[in-house]
T-cell receptor, first 115, second 112 residues
Framework: SQQGEEDPQALSIQEGENATMNCSYKTSINNLQWYRQNSGRGLVHLILIRSNEREKHSGRLRVTLDTSKKSSSLLITASRAADTASYFCATDGQPGGTSYGKLTFGQGTILTVHP | DTGVSQNPRHKITKRGQNVTFRCDPISEHNRLYWYRQTLGQGPEFLTYFQNEAQLEKSRLLSDRFSAERPKGSFSTLEIQRTEQGDSAMYLC??????????FGPGTRLTVT
């Protein structure tokens, strides 16, 4: 079953604009991760945020985590055409839980960045 | 460094045939995962290994599916008596502990 739900399902922006994607999940987590997937390819890990962290940065990426609302957001600043891809959030459950040790993915957000 | 590799990249088979996929993880990673992804969906967990021990199998993994990781290195995923519903991308990932996972390019299976 899908744990995370991404919003929006699709996002279309112009190069240089910022892109924000949101993810909600249902059960308590150990960490939350964001991945990118180019069409028909494998997934590339972008960033991991632990349950006791609230914000994390990596280059043009900014991730926030609100465990009280069970939600996360991914912000890509100054987007480029090369950022066009599907973006997935994935959660790793808490130790001792049924979701511990494996990732549960959402359905993803399709981002299109127009040059 | 060679990342996670998977072979074959594409497989077309007829319903009822058996297929086997191989995954070579990043060498120092002790965990290896298999996921399945259908069009428009996120990957769904199938099974994972810590070293050579298979620690968990999803309910998605029917008795027609079997996975092995002999000697804790490469892994194989076999599907017996394939069905059209098995058509999907099969993704392998490896990792160290409970942190980020590194994915291979996937094997796209088409069952005709």
């Amino acid at each position: 079953s899908q744990q995370g739900e991404e919003d929006p399902q699709a996002l279309s922006i112009q190069e240089g604009e910022n892109a924000t994607m949101n993810c909600s999940y249902k059960t308590s987590i150990n960490n939350l991760q964001w991945y990118r997937q180019n069409s028909g390819r494998g997934l590339v890990h972008l960033i991991l945020i632990r349950s006791n962290e609230r914000e994390k940065h990596s280059g043009r990426l900014r991730v926030t985590l609100d465990t009280s609302k069970k939600s996360s957001s991914l912000l890509i600043t100054a987007s480029r055409a090369a950022d066009t891809a599907s973006y997935f959030c994935a959660t790793d459950g808490q130790p001792g839980g049924t979701s511990y040790g494996k990732l549960t993915f959402g359905q993803g957000t399709i981002l299109t960045v127009h040059p | 460094d060679t990342g996670v590799s998977q072979n074959p990249r594409h497989k077309i088979t007829k319903r009822g045939q058996n297929v086997t996929f191989r995954c070579d993880p990043i060498s120092e990673h002790n965990r290896l995962y298999w996921y399945r992804q259908t069009l428009g969906q996120g990957p769904e967990f199938l099974t994972y290994f810590q070293n050579e021990a298979q620690l968990e199998k999803s309910r998605l993994l029917s008795d027609r599916f079997s996975a092995e990781r002999p000697k804790g290195s490469f892994s194989t995923l076999e599907i017996q008596r394939t069905e059209q519903g098995d058509s999907a991308m099969y993704l392998c990932a490896s990792g160290q502990g409970h942190y980020e996972q590194y994915f291979g390019p996937g094997t796209r299976l088409t069952v005709t």
